[in-house]
């Protein structure tokens, strides 16, 4: 009995002293890094790394919530955050890092050494947002929104569409945006964040994008929203239309694509778009209430807005809507074919189909 | 006679011995006055004294079945004990029943209450038990077989089943049981529970104990045996399911859809009281990335202050808890409920707001208090309550993974139970056909 | 009864991301693997079909039993011993491969033995149990793990970030000629029914198991999710990158209203449930194969408490487990996956010609002492 009792003793001693050496460390010794920045540095082959660090409080309020900004650079990204833990008292946690900031300056260069890090870091969440920051990340994650409420959730909030829910606002993941700088015939894109003029909140309505190796294109928000609702079927959104010097504005409620590639030595590609919605802002009596007549002039104005679009982003020599993949998909092709499409890509011509449903003219005749 | 008892008995004073002569016939007597109650002036000293008459007597003696010739002397000292009277006329020596009977009402149900099912509760008397059985339970196929146990407290028990709906491979090795027991004094029923149960079986209970004569009525029906014990409140029932501790009587009577939701309640409350804490270490001191970003920070901002690492801070507060609970089940009822609103309420704000817990472990102390008791068994409740320790161990050593693990564990454990050599934990029970060579291969308990 | 046949063939089909099937048909999604797929689901089924069929012909018998009836000692030493190989090995790879997993996702800084350690003491306390517990714990398991299965697989189909795109370009890799190494980690999908090999003890004479549509249907679904959904996911040229293909996939998606937000954790929670499933499952198996290599042994599927010899026999397997985690690296570990998964490819067939074997031999025995018997009547 008593050396049952003594056993059992000893396996307890061993069992807490086991404690110290395995990752126990209690949350309030933990820094969670709600947002990371990656920037060039100021010397070539540098790296700024930024880390925007939550400071817990009991009490939550609107515009309360304290963050910390650590900076460093180091020539190697992992150095930098190695670094980073010098500057801080509590051990770094990247378990909640949501939000991944990539400066211009870096997107220009290259970012495949950002990219293997971060898909290396076990703990940082592949379904994190990816975005670019302009001018750099470190400008960007200095901001304190006022409306935060917990740390770091303004620029959660904006992103995702649990909060605002906007249709210049292109969300984009960490997965994602992996996925895209591999595949073969889909390129990336990425939000760009910016700062709000008044700098108390922040400004994401554009979109970048980049090839396999670097930036290529930006778009204004007006693109970016029809990329939105082109490529990422986003339907809360609202589509202005000039007409007779006034805007028809209609709110779509449903969005559907399709796309048809052709065969041949300069493949045509035929986008097809469905979109179903009603008239938000029309001018009264507008065409007599005529609904086909208004759908048939709302079609012709997206079909030219969106070829205006896909001309411009072919021309960059870019290919986020995945054409690319689409065209090996329809024709089970394999690399030989995907060297074909690439030849014949900058030429391809783009027809645009598409098909409007208004359903009723707002609550007004 | 007399001698005979005298010697067996000696230096015993409550015990009565005399001879008595009415003139006629001289008649040994004893008995303990203790034991028995007034029937012995209606039958057997006004027949014997003042309306004497030997022939009526004889006859008497012959046809009322509560006169027992008991010519052995080795019986007499336990019909004594029993409350009989013994009495010897004529040369002969005859047993005379007239026990005295405590308890003549139904007891009120205490542990396991019920808001629209009977309130009529066992007693500690077993004829009343057996009455209170019969009225619920009313067919010539239930059997009872009595049993003697405990050397010294002699108590009688009734081992109760429906001899047709009963497995009677399970019968037998509870006979064997019963055989084997060698029990000093059997007080309690629980007593007679560990005595069954095999050495591995303590952790939970797999007898039922119950206070209520519906639920008996109940298991009856579905070939259980029941047993129940002389001086106990509470009846034995096996073999059971660990379902059977989830179920309460309300649940009978109780509609379809209400009967339903409390019972995935009552799982959710284990759930809860058992994972609870080991979760609440593990989240904060290994996985703080697995809630939502809002409840790490809320947990961060509430400890902020908690000089110890959240295992010391989880010990506390669940010491605290268990020690409300012992005291108030100690304290007389009056000064009970003083204890609890001082604990509960006084101590754990002052604990937060000195900054000794969070408040999230305040709120997770309540929650694993508060479901533990929702499970309607008292002794299945224990074992819950005892579960939520290596959780806590192991949550501490290995994060939220080991809980998942030792969760594995614990289901393969109770899987691995047996109650009389029925799976304990079997989900849907196999029909009997299905079972490969019944009755040959259960032969282990 | 036979919804516990189920329950194997169900959670051995899921295990497959553990065992490092898909990594190995990614590895050759350009080179066969997606015609290897196609073979395996007629093979499998076809294999499946013959052998449960045939595994109800002994009823209460398991392989070993089977085999002690109708072959000489000798070689019904060399299949249990063999048998005992395969299974073991199952569970220690398993076993490693989930251990590394969690190390990798939820405790990095742990001592990566320390985390082995548990598993295996899971895993042994599991194999112990009698036949009987293994198949109540898997049913108790199973139906908590389907809620979990079904919100995994549901989010991954319907996400709209799934790219059919990419799984059409992947399917029109059909035409390529198919591997041996692919076709023997597809095959593995359809390995429930192996089970039989132990459990057909507690199935009892004329059970007949329905509904045997299950096996194909649900397997090739795994096997179409297991290798689909993270090409869905990561792209026909990511995919190949991650050697845990499966957990980043999980890690892909998120519950936008959920209680834990990153699908990553219900996921690896669930295999941890399945590892330790599977684990307890092929170790006890194993266990049988060598408790039946004593000449005196019968069988006790349904035994309480279990004999002293049950833990002896899988701690050397625990320990078995250490040693190889010591052994192993990233290079070697995929090379006794395949190799593990092309000699138990082998031995599914090979279990299936002893089947056949000792049916008909059963069968001639009972036509003769049938004649025998006539013959004894007529004289």
Redesign the interface.
Known sequence: MLRRTLSIAIITALLFTMISGCGFKDIDKRFFVVSLGIDTGSAPGMFKVTLRLAIPASKIESGKALTEVESLEASSIAEAVRLLKSHVDKELDFGHCRVILIGKTLMEDSVDETLTWLARRRDISMISYVGMAEPSAHEVLKLRPVSERYPGNALLLTFGNEGTESSYTVTEYLFDFVRRRKETGKDAFLPIVKMDPDRNSYEVNQVAFPDKKKLRLSLNSEETQLFNISARHFHKSAIAFPYLGTRIVLALTKVSTSVDISTGDIPVVTFRIRAKGYLEQSPPRFMNGNIPKIENHLQTELNRQLEELLYKIRDAGVDPYGFGLHYLAQYFGNSKDFEKWTKAYPYVSFRIRSRIQVDKSGQIQ | MLETIKRQFENVTDLLTETVDNGFWPMEIAYFPSLCDERIKDGLLVPYSYRFDPDEFRRMLRSNPKYVEAEDPKQWANLLLKGFVLLKVEGKCYSFKSDRTLVTEPGTTEVESAVLGPQSAFTEDITMNMALLRLRYNVPTLTAEPYDKGSYSNTSIMVLYDRELVNPVILNMLRDKLDRIRLDLLLASSSLVKELTDRNHRLFPTILQTERPDRVAVMLRKGKIVIIINGSRFALILPVRLFDFMHAMDDEYDSYWINRFLNVMRYVGIWMTIILPASYIAIVSYNPEIFRVQLAFTIDGSRAGVPYPSFVEVFVMLFMIEALIEASIRLPRIVGSTATTVGGLILGQAAQQAGLVSSIMIIITSVVAISNFVIPNPDFSQAVRLMKYPFVVIAMLYGISGVVVLFFALMVYLCNLRSFGEPYFALFLPRSHDLPNQGTKLGKG | ?SRYFYYHVLYVGLINIMIFVPWTLFQNR?HGAVSAMAIAIVIGTIMAWTTTSLFLRFP?MALSDIVKAYFPRGIALIVNVIGAIIWGFAGILVVYAYSST?Q????????PY??LL??TA?GV??AT??S???Q??H???M??CTPLILMILFKAIFS??L????I??S???V?TRPSLNSLSAALFVFAGYNTLVIFN??I?AN?KIRQRWIIPVFCSFFLFVSFFIPIG??????VA?YLYVWS?TS????M?YG????V??VF??LY??LS??FT?NTWHTAMEFIKACHPRYTP??????VKAVNWWITISFAVLTFAYAAWANDQRNQLTYQSWLIVRSISEVVVLLILVWCFFVSRRKRRSSIRQQTAAQNS
């Not at chain 3, 990798?104 to 001592?111: K, S």
């Open positions: 009864m350009f209460e969690i990798q996702f939820f405790n990095p800084d742990m001592n320390l985390f548990l598993m899971a306390w599991g149990r009698c009987r517990t293994i109540f714990a049913e108790v398991l139906l908590l709209p970030w790219d059919w795109d990419a059409r370009v399917l029109g890799y035409r003890r507690l009892p059970t996911f990561h792209g026909t040229v990511g990158d980043i890690d892909s998606m998120i936008q209680f834990v937000y990153r990553l954790y690896l929670l941890t449930a330790l499933m307890m006790q599927p349904d035994q309480y408490p």
